[in-house]
């Protein structure tokens, strides 16, 4: 346990406080590092409701205390004497329920000065910020209790909506909203992370920071392979980001970065784009080769979207406008070909909850042929984002969603979910997105227990040996006289009902008809999660729950009637996480 300073007497009136920390200033020479006892002591600055107190920044993390539901403080780091961060923290005043960092790399070595509003009448908060070259609780990063195994989490502070995915020298990018410094949404900020193959992520310094013109709402990411911006200063590329302010009014802005999205400049003439409408934000930008500018798609307000067009990321005009019943928010746009087949290809457009318009695009307007249809069918689904710059010669077009799910207890929350591949097919019903795991997340496979082709009777588990925590489950199963059919994960049943062709999980039910006189399905599960799939993707159900960590028993169930097991096989995972 490291040492405390010695607290300062009750019986001391806040002047005689303030001196007594004054002469202890003086006596420590204002020292702050990671053994508590030598912290920096607390000067009172002229603002008389803040306090302030200054520090050699010498470590990699300035590590903070945090107590859920605490008094909200609004804090600072001037680095000599400039404004760095500042940021909302409910700072412990007591024992912290957690601790989440500052990362100080950029600004080792130098003269900072921490500045607090709101004195708060003890210094126990203060006192207990520290430098350190470990995040506090580094020996349990990535295996707390509920954190997910193969779904991204940050490793501290809150995260939502996916942003600016794209892929760049054999890495994917992963942005994504964030408050670092608290459990809920708030000082919204870009993390990032990156990754070889979409299962093992390294998580970078943050990327972009609210300034100005408000905090970094949701927004994208390209390669400018054309240095359309002129931002490109040296042999690579530049990775161009492009976001919503959400300041007073929403603006849109651009920031660029040309060492692989290590570090990032703020264009200095932001905002490129002005407020159009209420809280329009979340735009998404690609390439349209065909007459070489950039598309934005932005959301305006209520189910309305606009097209907008570029040359060069700084100047937009308006080109159309796109309505989605029932939809808004974060909107999503991308051609996909026809089954895989380069001879036809059609454009998705889709909002937050993934509603999508299948249709076309001449450059300027975009024409629904049919639509709505619902992506996904899940209960912890929202705010989906696909990569840019996937190579051609690889054509996948890959999603991430936000994982809504609340992580009690945990120094971090919500998650995205896994990546999925998507693709246009032909069904009964006509054109349909199909969404299925990427084929990297094989990778985790180890152990795996196999059923043979056998009839399942009502009564009978065939997976009674089975048991495991993370879990990919692949099954085909002939319906047969059986009136209900379903594998229990964990204590979460997934039931078919046969006569109403219904895949259900807890609230959530989808249509899914068999194929052949069978369904298949593909079922990942997490330690607060199942993802569902049936029948090679048309239905698409990610499931949030926290899953009992005492509960590994998987059962395969058949009512009213013999099924027909084609095939299943049950495979053990590994974590993600090195």
Known sequence: MKKRWLAISKTLNRAAAIKFIQALVAILGLMFCNVVAQKSAVAQVADTNATAFPLKLEKRYLNLPVRNGATSRHLSLLVEGQMAREFDIELADSQPDWWTFLDLTSFKGRQGTIKVDKFPGSLNGLKAIYQSDEIEGQENLYHEPLRPQFHFTSRRGWLNDPNGLVFYKGEYHLFYQHNPYGWNSGNLTWGHAVSA????????????????????WSGSAVVDWHNTAGFQTGAEKALVAIFAAAGHPFTQGIAYSN?????????????????????????????????????????LDQSNYGLFGSVNLKTWEKLSDVNIPGDSECPEFFELAVGGKTGEKRWIFYGGKGRYLIGTFDGKAFTPESGPHTLQQGNCWYASQTFNDIPAADGRRILIPWGQIAMPGMPFNQMMGIPVELKLVTTEAGLRLAANPVHELTCLRTRSKGIKSQPLHPGENLLAKVKGKLLDVTAEIGIGEAKEIGINL????????????????????????????RIRLRLLVDQTSIDIFGNEGILYMPMGMIIPADDTAVEVFAKGGNAQIDALKVYELKSAWK
């Not at 979409?198 to 970094?216: I, R, T």
């Not at 999205?261 to 065909?290: C, F, H, M």
């Open 490 to 517: 964990r204590g979460v049943p997934v039931t078919y009902d046969v006569e109403k062709q219904e895949l259900s999980c807890q609230n959530r039910k989808a249509l899914l008809k068999p194929e052949q006189g």
């Open 197 to 216: 193959d979409l299962v093992h992520w390294q998580e970078l310094a943050n990327a972009l920071y609210p300034d100005e013109h408000g905090a970094m």
């Open 259 to 299: 060492d692989r999205g290590r570090t990032w400049i703020k264009y200095k003439n932001n905002p490129v784009l002005q407020n159009i409408t209420s809280e329009n934000r979340d735009p998404k930008v690609l390439w349209y080769a065909p007459e070489k500018k950039w598309i934005m798609a932005l959301y």
